[in-house]
């Protein structure tokens, strides 16, 4: 991977990712403030305010015919959860020049119009089109309704929300129902000039192109040009504070068929290789079919069909998730249980330390195959204030020891326990 | 070997039918670290019931045979589990079943050889015995619940079900509790020694490969196996019209889910391939995201995302699906009814269909960005008989002429359905 970064003014960062593996060039814009309840309903909003129209091309379905133009260009937007940040996601991914089977200057096309749509929004009397606000307040409104629909995300969601709750990280991504009363097509106007001041801005390009012409492109854009320089305001992640306190535990009734089972765990890291240590813990306990929980639970006791578990390295979590014969919950939680024991008294073989790195190794060579994950990848440094290269991070994997993973075994404690059920 | 080639997307794809009757296809990608390798049996949901050809004997299955021999494939006589020792090299595997094929299958950026005689190993020496195939039957279980839950899931069985009156298409892959309880090991070694003779069987691979040496490893892994004849597949008889235009339950879902399809009668044709581009063409025209139709939904809050659309065709079944969420599904089903109405009364707009067209060219080209996407695109397209890259080379042959027929022989009014999951 060829990565450079610029900072092409105070807060706003150009990155630039030379590859010659695709046939599309991707283009990205992040934009990145602290999570906070106050503001998590707006940021989400006006995400998607964003994409129905700007002063150049005034309506959703315009810049739909502007994208089937170009080749089918694919513009895409959402919010995230990076730590404790609130990150909004503008995705552009085009043909490369190369493959088209007429000549045309797309990459210039692209560059201008994602700026646009988020730089440039149309305004109407001091505020964004009140027909646009009043539509994604309805949809936005669905959509925080709509939860409920997928019993396993939903199962997950709630998990997190009790383990950090009262916390940013406890916040759901898409907001609260009750926020989008206030919320006015000028006071939200008001608030994204705020955020657009304020907010860390990072713009990642993709693609074999050639640099130079990049960072022309960037920096001749008029939308560019009219960002103010700022101390961007956002959480470094990595930094965690845990107050250990007794496990909780949740049942949720909801008509469902199957048990849905989430267990937070909170990993306590000592120092900056702990996340190495703790992505073979996690490999090894849920990783894969040749996990402990795997095959423990799935294929030993026949328990579930689903059976692993996923490390949120920007949290120091871990969520175990399960999916379960409701009566056989007991069982199962304490088939779990047994092996988050024999963890801590390292009862693991050396061969499954080393599958566990040779998933992992995998998973990050892998990284370069994928545009977008090359480019999460990248963001998440930027936001970690660090550059750890993909080489880098497979030697640390690598270097894990099996008594650094029974360290951080004991150091890992169940903080909730969520069960979703009839 | 036998070269393909697309100028266009400067790829090239290389086709071996060996002796033994098996089809490999490698699509080198020089420049890519990850390497995909899918294995396939034309042996799907569908295929239940057919005649065995070395001994004439016709052959009834319970449903869900063809997904619960994949699940039982792994196992191995010495109790080790293929997909684990896979996943001990480092690599991801997985395998599925549809309703025309199962495939295995491996993404890995090393130990591609290791992995390469691991996965033919299996594939190749089946191990099925009481005990084994009755633990099997708990997993299945818990699967086939989680499907029930799941209310998209629900929505394209019940569209299924308003489309065909008996159709093999109608079965759940997985099966049902019930049906799993009697499958045997004698069931699976019937089905293994009929679908998995390598002449039923295609493998796609995917990477940075030099063919010809790849060829040979293949060949080397490869158990003998006696030519076995043409399998005779039974299927209930087409039918020349729907089952019911509309079936709707109750779930949890917060908005209620819609599927709306449209039979395609005529089916799967010999230009399969320009009509399906034609059919991608027209369903972005009638309810992509620059239509009207999406617009005026979407402005009036009756839609909350574009609605996915898809054509879906084998030799037995075909139809087009267009699925989403609305609160109300009957206006989305008028919207598209009159959106097609007007299309075939006035013709395409030209500006229109080259737009679309553009998109989905782009769309195509796209698809060649990722070693999965472009094995398991062979595999799929090559288990209908056709070649992947004519989706590129025909492009031009389709025409706004060529598209407003298929216009009018595929969205016909009486061949509408619609499935709807609502709210408690």
């Known amino acids: 991977m060829q990565y450079t970064k610029n900072e092409i003014k105070k807060g706003v960062t150009l990155h630039y990712i030379n590859t010659n593996k695709f046939k599309t060039n991707l283009y990205a814009v992040f934009l990145a403030v602290p999570l906070d309840r106050k503001n998590v309903t707006k940021n989400a909003l006006v995400t998607a305010i964003l994409r129905r129209g700007t002063n150049n091309i005034k309506s959703q379905d315009l810049i739909n015919m502007k994208l089937e133009e170009m080749y089918g260009a694919s ?108 919320l006015t097509p000028q006071n939200l106007y008001e608030y994204y000039i705020d955020l657009i001041n304020r907010g860390k801005i990072d713009i990642f390009v993709s693609g074999e192109i050639e640099k130079g012409s990049i960072e022309n492109l960037v920096k001749e854009n008029e939308e560019i040009k009219k960002l103010k320089e700022r101390i961007a305001d956002y959480k470094i992640i990595g930094v965690n504070e845990k107050n250990i306190e007794e496990t909780k535990t949740i049942e949720e009734h909801m008509q469902v068929g199957q048990g849905n089972l989430v267990i937070g765990l909170n990993v306590n890291k000592k120092d900056q290789n702990s996340k190495f240590v703790a992505s073979v813990y996690n490999a090894i306990l849920g990783g894969g079919a040749n996990s402990k929980l795997f095959q423990n639970v799935r294929e030993k006791e026949s328990l579930a069909y689903t059976a692993g578990s996923t490390y949120k390295k920007q949290k120091d979590t871990i969520f175990i998730r399960c999916g379960i014969e409701i009566a ?95 | 070997m036998q070269l393909i080639e697309s100028l266009k997307i400067k790829e090239k794809a290389y086709i071996e039918k060996l002796d033994n009757g098996m089809t490999v296809i490698i699509i080198p ?19 239940n019931r057919f005649i065995m050809p070395k001994t004439n004997e016709e052959v009834f299955i319970p449903d869900g045979v063809a997904h619960f021999l994949e699940h039982k494939l792994f196992e191995q006589p010495d109790g080790t589990n293929s997909l684990d020792t896979l996943m001990a090299l480092g690599l991801d595997a997985n395998a599925y079943t549809t309703n025309d094929h199962t495939a295995y299958l491996f993404e890995c950026t090393n130990n591609f050889y290791e992995g390469l005689d691991e996965l033919m190993d299996y594939v190749q020496h089946p191990y099925f015995t009481d005990e084994n195939v009755e633990k099997e039957k708990g997993i299945i279980g818990q699967e086939i619940k989680m499907y029930d839950d799941e209310p998209s899931w629900r929505l394209y069985m019940n569209a299924m079900d308003c489309m065909y009156k008996e159709n093999p298409i109608k079965i759940d892959i997985a099966g049902s509790v019930e049906s799993i309880s009697k499958i045997t090991p004698d069931i699976l070694y019937k089905c293994y020694n009929t679908f998995y003779n390598p002449s039923n069987m295609i493998m796609a691979v995917c990477g940075a490969f030099e063919p010809e040496e790849l060829l040979k490893e293949i060949k080397k892994r490869l158990v003998p196996k006696e030519e076995q004849g043409k399998i005779e597949r039974i299927y209930p008889a087409k039918e020349k019209e729907i089952n019911k235009p509309y079936k709707e339950i109750a779930m949890e879902v917060s908005t209620p889910i819609f599927a709306i399809g449209y039979k395609d009668i005529e089916g799967m044709t010999a230009d399969i391939v320009k009509k399906h581009i034609a059919i991608e063409i027209l369903l972005n025209m009638i309810i992509g995201k620059s239509s009207k139709t999406y617009k005026e939904l979407y402005e009036s809050g009756d839609l909350l995302s574009k609605p996915d659309a898809d054509y879906e065709f084998s030799k037995e079944y075909a139809h087009i699906l267009i699925s989403g969420k609305s609160n109300n599904p009957i206006k989305i089903k008028e919207s598209i009814e009159n959106a097609v109405e007007e299309y075939i009364k006035n013709g395409l707009d030209e500006e229109q269909f080259n737009r679309s067209r553009k998109k989905i060219y782009g769309d195509y080209v796209v698809e060649y960005n990722n070693v999965g996407d472009i094995a398991r695109m062979f595999l799929a397209d090559r288990m209908k008989g056709i070649n992947s890259f004519d989706y590129i080379e025909k492009f031009n042959e389709v025409t706004k002429e060529f598209t407003e027929e298929v216009l009018k022989n595929v969205f016909k009014k009486e061949n509408m359905i619609m499935s709807v999951v609502k709210g408690n």
């Open chain 1, 75 to 182: 513009f895409d937007c959402g919010i995230e959860k990076t730590g404790d940040n609130h990150v909004m996601k503008f995705y552009l991914e085009a043909v490369n020049e190369e493959f088209l089977p007429e000549k045309e200057e797309l990459t210039k096309k692209c560059i201008n119009l994602l700026f646009d749509i988020i730089f440039n929004p149309l305004i109407e009397n001091n505020g964004f089109k009140k027909e646009y606000v009043d539509g994604e307040k309805e949809h936005l409104k669905q959509i925080i309704e709509s939860k409920i629909d997928n019993k396993r995300a939903y199962s997950l969601e709630r998990c997190i929300e009790e383990m950090f709750k009262d916390k940013p990280y406890g916040l759901y991504r898409y907001g609260y129902v009750e926020d989008l009363e206030t």
């Open chain 2, 29 to 47: 990608k020089p420049n890519l670290d990850k390497k995909y390798i899918i294995w396939g049996t034309n042996f799907g949901s569908i295929d």
């Open chain 1, 328 to 422: 056989n919950y007991e069982k199962a939680l304490n088939t779990i249980k047994k092996q988050l024991e024999d963890m801590k008294q390292g009862n693991f073989t050396d061969e499954d330390i080393e599958n566990s790195k040779k998933l992992i190794t995998e998973s990050i060579v892998g990284i370069s195959s994928e545009q977008d994950a090359e480019i999460t990848y990248c963001y998440s440094q930027e936001l970690a204030n660090e550059f750890i290269t993909l080489e880098e991070y497979i030697e640390g994997v690598n270097k894990v020891s099996k008594e650094e993973i029974i360290d951080l075994a004991n150091n890992t404690l169940i903080d909730t326990i969520y069960f979703l059920r009839d």
